[in-house]
């Protein structure tokens, strides 16, 4: 895939470990395992204590872990999902209703299961992510981006809403858009409030004419997909910056918190945050939700474990 496709990935697919997205309700795994919760148990945090600490009721009981002690499952409330079993062909898709007894309760062709994580697979299409249909006639012309709606049928298709209207679809039939909610762009041309090359933040929907919004640092204006670029560097991307100083050393490694107003990147770093210029960045060569084996090993960690970047 590379890096610039992993990244494309990670924006759409997985849910950063920042413990701002840690909320009541959310699923999380701990990154630790015992008799009480093995490798592999979900839990659902039902309460944020004083200090800070997730309460999680696993299927084995409750407890309070700090937040960086926890990883995001991909699984949510509402995510988009297909079961590996025979039952269903992989163009059925189903919805993540709850979780109970360290099973979720899925909703697929209008009958709820309960399935294991492991019997599950993520959507490559979730609600309000842009996409294309890969055929074309006078409904739907070529290059035409839809939007994904949180509504699915008892034939396990999805409604993506077009500039003309709203048709249900297989995901077979479907293909991601170069641009996404949230995504970091530059327009290909430019203008006296847009300077060649300036980043913006994709921040609103489609629009009746297929146009989506985008913030830059003096205004925000509305653009065809075909007009934009999605950018190398995204919010987590892990990046080096081109210099160094007694703050920022050689080698450092810093993750993109995000875009501010003035059109600059912030990047924590070990030693702090602060803000560069797109051009002043590189990304590193791992990228959060890569999956990557360490070169030693331990009691915690086995020779050949894999783990996958937060």
Partial sequence: MGIFGQLQSTLMSFMS???????????????????????????????????????????????????????????????????TGDDYDFDTVGEVKDLEDGKFIVEIKGEKEKE??????????QPGMYVFWIKSDDDIP??????????????????????????????SELVRGHVQPGAFVQWKSSNDDIATGELGKVTGSLDDDGKVEVQFAKD?????????????????????????????????????????????????FPKGSWSFHPG???????QPGM????????????????????
């Fill in 17 to 83: 470990d920042d413990p701002e997205n840690m909320t009541e309700g959310k699923y999380v795994y701990w990154t630790k395992q015992d008799d009480d919760v093995p490798r592999g148990h979900v839990g659902e945090i039902v309460d944020i204590q004083s200090d800070g600490d997730r309460r999680v009721k696993f299927p084995n009981g409750k407890w309070n872990f700090a937040p960086e002690k926890l990883n995001m499952c991909d699984f949510q409330k509402g995510t988009f999902v297909h079961a």
């Fill in 116 to 125: 294991k994580p492991k019997h599950l697979v993520r959507c490559d299409f």
């Fill in 142 to 171: 070529a290059g035409h981006m839809g939007e994904v709606l949180a509504d699915i049928n008892d034939e396990g298709r999805v409604k993506v809403k077009f500039p003309n209207g709203r048709w249900r679809f297989r995901p």
């Fill in 220 to 268: 925000a204006g509305r653009f065809r997909p075909e007009e934009l670029i999605f950018y190398e560097i995204q919010t987590n991307s892990f990046v080096n910056w081109r210099k160094s100083d007694d703050d920022v050393e050689t080698g450092d490694v810093g993750r993109v918190e995000r875009l501010k107003d003035n059109g600059k990147l912030l990047v924590a």
């Fill in 280 to 286: 002043e960045l590189r990304l590193f060569k791992l």
């Fill in 291 to 310: 999956l990557v084996t360490w070169e030693s090993y331990d009691d915690d960690i086995g020779k050949h474990d894999i783990g996958r970047l937060p």
